[in-house]
């Protein structure tokens, strides 16, 4: 099965990353896997894009459980030698009026949004073929959370030198800073979910960077993305944007064609690089 091409849409039984599963059953030329928690949602969600005619494949996937991770990653690379496109996708928010502590807020955010994503890209990054795509869905609010830090943490933030370690630490530094009841005074902004979004952010620009220096043949290209504001369960009805429009962006990172050498560690919406 070397020989097909294969790409992975995390958090996909609904929302954007079903309609990112639905926009690359069309256009990708290979198997397109959609993956979820619950089985049975996932197999649910296969069978609805069944009727319209397509053809994508199930994986189960926790991106909070390692195991989970790596049974993918045996997978992957026992049935396809590797993966073409990764689209990382999963994510949670809590609403604007959730009454959960602020410090619960971070930790539960963070541990998805940046310590689950972190952990696939660094199982599956590995796997990625020469000319692969890997799209790491993140959020203009990481851009406007950017600007309510402190401009010494926009400072490393935004720095070409920061290190994984280095941000890992910050990510952890924040949830800290939260439960001692002091992260607005060290520099943070009070969203949970932005504070996560700029790890994925800062998390992409590293790994490209990374890519350059050890892969520099290989051609990949990954970038971060924001999908804008779309009609789904955590964004709630009255966003602009409906699901198959917030993939737009999405897929057209996923299948940036072979010849292209950018967009490369960039963070980008409505298929524009945006300044970070």
């Known amino acids: 099965m070397s020989g097909v091409p294969v790409a992975v849409v995390t958090g996909s039984n609904k929302g954007i990353g079903f309609a990112i599963v639905r926009a690359l059953c069309q256009q990708f030329p290979g198997d397109v896997y959609l993956t979820a928690r619950d089985p049975g949602r996932g197999q649910e969600a296969v069978a609805k894009l069944q009727q319209e005619g397509l053809r994508p494949l199930f994986h189960q996937l926790d991106i909070d459980d390692l195991r989970s991770i790596r049974a993918l990653r045996d997978f992957l690379k026992e049935k396809y030698g590797g993966l073409n496109v990764l689209v990382n996708n999963a994510g949670i928010a809590f609403k604007v009026h959730d009454t959960t502590p602020f410090a619960v807020q971070a930790e539960v955010t963070l541990k998805t949004n940046f ?51 280095e941000l890992v630490q910050l990510m952890n530094k924040f949830v800290e800073d939260t439960k001692k009841g002091v992260h607005d005074k060290e520099g943070w902004p009070n969203t949970a979910y932005g504070v996560s979004k700029i790890g994925v952010t800062v998390l992409s620009r590293i790994q490209a960077r990374l890519l350059n220096e050890e892969r520099q043949g290989d051609h990949i290209l990954l970038n971060a993305c924001c999908p804008g504001w779309v009609r789904t369960d955590m964004a709630g009805p009255k966003a602009t944007k409906s699901p198959d429009e917030g993939a737009e962006t999405p897929v057209y990172l996923a299948l940036l064609p072979s010849g292209a050498d950018a967009p490369h560690g960039q963070f980008v919406s409505n298929k524009t690089v945006r300044p970070w």
Do not use: D
Request: charged share 20%.
């Open 115 to 165: 310590f689950g994503t972190r952990n696939v890209c660094t199982e599956l990054l590995p796997l990625v073929k020469p000319y692969g795509r890997v799209v790491n869905v993140s959020s203009m609010v990481s851009s406007s959370a950017l600007g309510g830090c402190s401009p010494e943490l926009q400072q490393k933030f935004r720095s070409h030198t920061i290190t994984e370690e």
